[in-house]
């Protein structure tokens, strides 16, 4: 079942960052500098943005009694940040990690995007499959400056999600964390290389808004489950970079921004680190990435509360598939699913999102309830590209 109100994948015009707090000089004010910044579109890949100056000159106006925000894009490099602050602090350790994509066709180039450094022995940087999905050739520059010819390995259009291999030393890998144990409130850092700006990676803070999201492409092909929602704002570019916890472990890679029909909503959205590490971790071995199947049809259940209101609980089998996982392990049509590997179940949405963390031949636990019992089934998923 799918969301009433669709939510396209595209880039926003940069949102920028809160700066430290300096003095406020008293009115009026000097010359002020507005920069408006053309971004692409993120899900079919990135443009390279267009930047306008303009001077705007010495106000004759009052000064403006209330302000609702201000925001700012700081860019931090690990020989200007200071260690007195949260964010400061994940900056110095996560930057020589996040690195730039750069795609060339021919001595053209053509887009950039982020990467993430996720093994520094063999070279392995993490990015978003739109980010090099052209045919062109890939560079990675390091934070430092430094540049080198990266080779693809493979990627995986479904999570997209790549994988580029680089033969440099004094690489720096991310840690990886895990979103298992946060929660919606906590705090979250998005690292990357917007708009392919000089001077070094851009950060820019935020909390956990939400987990499980299911973000809606122009096609059934495109949409995005699982993700990760955070109003770290994140833009253009910024696609493959990461994001990280309050300690500066990866708990996501940047994928996808939310944008309304007034333009960016301020909602950012990250593949979870649990689906990459077993997405990449294929494409090195394989060059590709399956997906793991279950093999029914099916819709989420809806039960009636006290208050007349109706609430999700679970996923209502309605077929199964012949020669399917499910449909050999002892599930039945009208159980309801409610468990997937001990993992609450309670949408139609939620349950793909759980499967996205196993791939064909892994085995799972499935709780279903039937007749207001429950039981569990332990199952062998098929290969999802395979089974139609």
Known sequence: MREDERLPIAWPEPIEAPAPPEPIPPPPRGPGWVVPLMAGLLGAGIAIGTVLVTDIGRSSEPPVERVTEIVRTEIVTPDNISTNSLAAAVARRV???????????????????????????????????????????????????RRYEGTVLGFDALTDLAVVSIEAEGLVAVERGSTDNL???DTAIAIGNPLGLRGGPTVTVGVLSAFD??????????????MVQTDAPFTSG??????VDNEGRLIGITTAVGVGDLGPEGLGFATPVEVMNRVTAEIIENGSSGHGFLGILGSTQLVAQPDGGQAPVGVLVS??????????????????????????????????????????????????????VAMTVRLELGDRDTSG
Request: no cysteine; aromatic share 4%.
């Open 213 to 226: 999201r299911l973000v809606e492409g122009d096609t059934r092909e495109e949409d995005l489950y699982g």
């Open 238 to 243: 910024s696609s493959g970079g990461a994001l």
């Open 95 to 145: 930057i020589p990690s996040v690195v730039t994509v750069e795609v060339f066709v021919g001595p053209t180039l053509v887009g950039s995007g982020s990467g993430v450094v996720v093994d520094a022995d063999k070279g392995y940087v993490v990015t978003n499959e739109h980010v090099v999905e052209t045919n062109g050739s890939v560079g990675i520059v390091l934070s430092d400056g």
């Open 183 to 185: 929660e919606v409130g």
């Open 319 to 372: 077929e199964l598939l012949e020669g399917s996982s499910a449909g050999g392990s002892g599930i039945e049509s009208g159980d309801v699913i409610i468990t997937v590997d001990g993992r609450l179940v309670t949408t139609m949405e939620g349950l793909v999102s759980k499967l996205r963390r196993f791939g064909p031949g892994d085995f799972v636990n499935v709780e279903v309830e039937r007749d207001g």
